[in-house]
T-cell receptor
């Protein structure tokens, strides 16, 4: 079974609008962490935001917020006020007790003027 | 430069050649990870070090892949007798305990092309 599922291969959003990128996960470990990374065409994986399984509040980092719904096992990334520079691949990842990250297949976001 | 660095950025090898990929983690980071990213896919775990100890090598695809971190800082991923299926981007990440999250910070990757 897929541990991390990103069902949107591609998304389009107009500049200054908000966009939600979906991520669902599967684990039986009660302690886990969820991460979102951005990968522009240059190839580097850029850390965006982290949510711990025991965190009571949704994580926020500037224009990024994580809509964490534990019972549904979803951790969607919300980008507010999209900018042209947000165009990139976005990966959701989970860390269980083993410390390694398990990644989804990614969503390509394209922001248009 | 406070980030993770990797060298070379690009490597072209003929099938059967050995290659060595280097990773310099963020100073003071105890944990170091190697991932392999095939074209159009998410990264996949290869191996993990805590200081100089290799704690998990379950993701190494074959015994042609070998990683080391002898002094607990710089790490080298070596691939012997390269095959075309080894063509991928090899990403290195390191993590410490900033903010208590063990967030992994990635380097720019080494793009390996095996002809």
């Amino acid at each position: 079974a897929q541990k991390i599922t990103q069902t949107q291969p591609g998304m389009f959003v107009q500049e200054k609008e908000a966009v939600t990128l979906d991520c669902t996960y599967d684990t039986s470990d009660p302690s886990y962490g969820l991460f979102w990374y951005k990968q522009p065409s240059s190839g580097e994986m850029i850390f965006l935001i982290y949510q711990g399984s025991y965190d009571q509040q949704n994580a926020t980092e500037g224009r990024y917020s994580l809509n964490f719904q534990k019972a549904r096992k979803s951790a969607n990334l919300v980008i507010s006020a999209s900018q042209l520079g947000d165009s990139a691949m976005y990966f959701c990842a989970m860390r269980e007790w083993t410390d390694k990250l398990i990644f989804g297949t990614g969503t390509r976001l394209q922001v248009f003027p | 430069g406070a980030g993770v660095s990797q060298s070379p950025r690009y490597k072209v090898a003929k099938r059967g050649q050995d290659v060595a990929l280097r990773c310099d983690p963020i100073s003071g980071h105890v944990s170091l990870f190697w991932y392999q990213q095939a074209l159009g896919q998410g990264p996949e775990f290869l191996t993990y070090f805590q200081n100089e100890a290799q704690l998990d090598k379950s993701g190494l695809p074959s015994d042609r892949f070998f990683a080391e971190r002898p002094e607990g800082s710089v790490s080298t991923l070596k691939i012997q007798r390269t095959q075309q299926e080894d063509s991928a981007v090899y990403l290195c990440a390191s993590s410490g305990l900033e903010k208590g999250t063990d967030t992994q910070y990635f380097g720019p990757g080494t793009r390996l092309t095996v002809l």
